[in-house]
């Protein structure tokens, strides 16, 4: 690890020459796999950026110049440059270094991202403040094709028709959201370049006329390519358009950037490279949609949840042909793979666009089908509004598979699926429901698709085995697991459960056990029978708005004297770390529960 | 009102002649003028409309094919023309038709819409809807350049490269959002035209070569052509580009209509068509955005709060260099024109755009600037996951002055302000003031700039002067209105003060009023000094998730015993009137409160 030590002291990056810069990217892209094999982690995404970070870090003057990373995911060989070589093996680890840019982290991580589609409005926003400050640096924001023609960059390239100087986007063209790129958007961006155009006009001609006439027509080049500029997609919102560079070529790269760093002092650059998503690893360049990301030691293996979803719902969609399938470029990590293949044609993967996935599905739920939308909690908040104005307000059946609720540990702060009960559970028409294991996703499922209104089914990565033997989830009603007049504990979802179960065993106290699998509406019922006058919430949400605050006002206004405390998520964003330790930051430990009791 | 009553009867509008469908228009206009100046309501956007709702109802078969009109505040011809006219005088009223597209009222409302974007994604859901089921009608969507470019119609417009078939869009290109449009997607919609460009490119070949040059490249007029066609946004998209045709001429649309119907059989078609604005009613030609939505007898006076909000940030920029004010075409609507006026360069209005307006603010806050973002509640939702993984994530100091919260009246159900609270106070670092009159706007935006991190600073369109001396706002402690020890009422708001001191007054109890002017975090102190066993909440905000259940919640757990009831919007969506009878649908009356505190 020579050159990448060396930087890290005395020597600095921007002496080194071509050759010392293709060595470094080596030594940079061993070092991630090294770490991302012992931590898991984004793989294919860092390992296709080497090259061009390394360029953007050698030419840019950081960190007075901002750089941002739309996702994120793709920050590896950034936080390597940047000081944080020593605490990188602590990456996703709790105390450690984020996977994603972490702007408390470093003074070089201008932005926190986790989410797509953010980096080219945070940019010009970034280049307003400099300018209306009449400070003077540069924002380059580095973009995906896949998070390129999500709806929030898509409505700040066409925001308006002029771009602030100083402003550099690098579209990082591999093909790939996650999962293939099939937008329309992406086929444009693939077919647009002035000099593609410009050969392609060429080639018109040349087959129109033969070849004497194209010579004849040289003085036309200058014609034809204002021609393909002007109507280039990207000169039109107010960017010089530069591409297409080879992106894990550091020589190119370098070069280029030299020119577009002093080009974009004039007008806003759209740098369009091709890179390798995966480069450098075979496997990761192979199923690059596989590695975007891995556990510990590269494990693929789908989460327990996401796979049983996958094979419920080919088996319901067997039988009804209204069903249909929707996700946003998260096939492979909701388990949807499987009705990929066998119902390709009642299959919509509309990419990074879940405002999109959830409105379609609305209009084909006003038409006769029923859509069955899986997306990742944390990704549901992006369509918060489709889902109350285009679903709920309109009572359509549309059911909503929330995967990755709860904690999701190493992903950390933006990836937390913690606040989908607070978001769902206040909306006219929506019931919410929460499996306690995999053995309950189908009936939860079928359950669902029988309301023929709008419902949402949440349910975590994976809950380890319960040593208690549910009933079968039929309707959702509220299950008691055990009974007892001191303590009555209310949870949502198989970790709290389990939580719940040790509690019961180490505290020794008489406890009622009662898990909750549809969490709206409440089950009122069962609520009036609870006899204890001290009951216990738990659940993998925010406290705020969610499950748990429901039942305390419940009792306040029914049964009041019973004293009614949340668990849960507190009241800021957890960082990256182990479930368990995740929970832990929250009190939701068998200890906290144990002292709780005895207040 | 000849035709318009015999076409709701005997006659059928496709037996009309040109000339009849030309009076028939101006008869609608008429019709429409009348009412709104009766009721209130949308004008320009629906006297700009009349003539190409009235060529798509003269054109398509309708409700067997599908119409849906974004945002739906341009659909009054289409209730018109659609068996509605003898309801058409209660338009907005309680009981009465919706302003808005609504699935349940009609059969000709096939989607029922209020906020911007929503038309092209569902109108590609139906038509994969009805491909799959073998069904065969023509889907027909119509959309105004102001939504078009909304992430959402964008992420739907660039989805996919080829559309369905059977499928048409109308764009309506009034060169207005709410206010001028000025996105740079705007600037290329009016650009890109097929005849245009082949025009400019005449041009170009004459001043570059003459016109003797000029007449010998006749030949390339093809090569010109495919050129032009092949880069046309719409045509990358999978649409045939048709436009651009004049909206307001019958004969002109009807005819191409025809065309179009046969064409996307083959194609999906992108119909463009320009229109006036306000047509036809000159003061609302001229000042289309001011005439956009106007109160009975065109009232055009602004609310009381926004108003207050222009003049008190006008004051704070003044003093302050780092504020700036971002809006989403909401620039009349929220107060701000005076801002625009005063600092156009520090003045953003990004179009219907609300995702954007927040990241962009957000980028602004991390480079030094300190936004006011004004954003009516209900078009803030389109902006929640922005406000919590891109503001409230990272600390920032962005304000959101969220305006129209709480109940709307005549709009109804897609634009109540009503989960304002249940969206913005489960988010860790997030700060909600609500002001209860305008005389607290200044102090709370003051007050809300000095906490440098995220605040949100809900109001309604307007109170009734309230008979109540309020101390200032200060930091927005609750404050005792009145002293008792039958009940305490705490209220959130103007309204619900109002509401609180009539239901003292009458219902002769000895109660305690306490004013919260800061939703979260909750005033922990105040609620500790309550001595009452019986506690009321009461808000403009669904139950589900607000104020009133935080509330109970802090009393279930540190003081049970004492029983606490809240009052708010119930769990259903409310449906346009005043908003007296929406208060009272939702329980919010003086005879309900004593009704309730006497159980």
């Known amino acids: ?126 280049c307003q403040a400099r300018d209306l400050l009449g400070e003077d640096y540069c924002v380059a924001v580095v973009v995906g094709d896949g998070s390129f023609s999500n709806g929030l960059n898509m409505e700040a390239l066409s925001s308006s028709s002029t771009k602030p100087k100083n402003f550099i986007v690098i579209l990082n063209d591999n093909g790939m959201s996650i999962s293939k790129n099939k937008t329309g958007l992406y086929k444009y961006i693939s077919k647009t370049t002035t000099g593609n155009g410009y050969i392609r006009g060429k080639k018109v001609i040349r087959r129109a006329f033969g070849r004497w006439v194209a010579k004849i027509l040289g003085k036309f080049r200058d014609f034809l390519k204002r021609i393909f500029n002007r109507n280039n997609y990207f000169e039109i919102f107010g960017f010089k358009y530069v591409g297409v560079i080879d992106g894990n070529n550091v020589k190119e790269m370098t070069k280029t950037l030299k020119r577009v760093r002093e080009a974009c002092k004039e007008k806003a650059v759209l740098l369009h490279v091709k890179t390798v998503k995966g480069k450098g690893f075979a496997e990761a360049e192979e199923k690059s949609d596989a590695y975007h990301g891995v556990g510990k030691n590269f494990d693929l293996s789908p989460c327990s949840f996401s796979s049983k979803l996958g094979k419920s719902l080919e088996g319901i969609m067997q039988k009804d042909k209204r069903v249909v399938a929707v996700t946003a470029a998260m096939t492979d990590g909701t388990g949807l793979s499987i009705i990929e293949k066998t119902f390709p044609e009642r299959f919509f993967d509309v990419g990074i666009a ?98 023929n209104s709008p419902v949402a089914i949440r349910y975590p990565k994976s809950v380890n085995k319960l040593d208690v033997q549910m009933p079968s989830f039929k309707d959702g009603k509220w299950v008691q697991i055990s009974q007892g007049d001191e303590l009555s504990v209310i949870c949502v979802g198989g970790r709290t459960l389990a939580l719940a179960l040790d509690f019961a065993k180490e505290s020794g106290k008489n406890i009622q056990i009662i898990v909750a699998r549809k969490i709206k509406p409440l089950d009122t019922e069962c609520l009036q029978t609870i006899a204890c006058d001290k009951v216990f919430t738990i659940e993998e949400n925010a406290i705020e708005g969610g499950f748990g605050q429901k039942v305390a006002s419940y009792f306040a206004e029914h049964k009041p004297n019973v004293k009614v405390t949340c668990f849960g998520a507190t009241d800021k964003f957890i960082a990256h770390g182990t479930v368990e330790e995740q929970m832990q930051t929250c009190g939701l430990t068998v200890q906290n529960l144990i002292e709780k009791s005895n207040q």
Chains 1, 2 share one sequence.
């Open 1 to 126: 690890m020579g050159l990448l030590q060396d930087i890290q002291k005395d020597v600095s990056l921007k002496q080194l020459d071509i050759k010392q810069l293709n060595s470094l990217s080596e030594e940079i892209r061993g070092e991630i796999i090294d770490v991302v094999k012992n931590n898991g982690g984004h793989l294919s995404a860092n390992l296709g950026m080497v090259e061009t970070t390394l360029a953007l870090h050698y030419t840019l003057d950081l960190p007075k110049d901002k750089l941002v990373f739309d996702v994120g995911h793709q920050c590896y060989t950034h936080k390597l440059l940047s000081g944080r070589y020593d605490k990188f093996k602590t990456i996703r680890q709790s105390g450690g270094l984020s996977g994603f840019p972490e702007k408390d982290e470093s003074p070089y991580d201008t932005f926190t991202t986790g989410h797509a589609g953010t980096s080219i409005a945070s940019g010009i926003g970034m």
């Open 354 to 451: 879940e405002e999109y996935a959830v409105t379609a599905s609305a209009g084909m739920a006003v038409s006769g089908l029923k859509p069955v939308v899986a997306l990742y909690s944390t990704f549901l908040q992006r369509a918060y509004d489709q889902v109350m104005h285009d679903v709920c307000l309109q009572n359509l059946p549309v059911v909503f598979c929330v995967d990755r609720a709860g904690f999701n540990g190493a992903d950390g702060k933006t990836h937390q699926g913690l606040f989908d009960i607070s978001l769902l559970s206040h909306l006219p028409n929506m019931t919410l429901l929460c499996p306690t294991s995999e053995s309950d996703v189908e009936d939860a499922l079928n359950y669902a698709l029988s309301l």
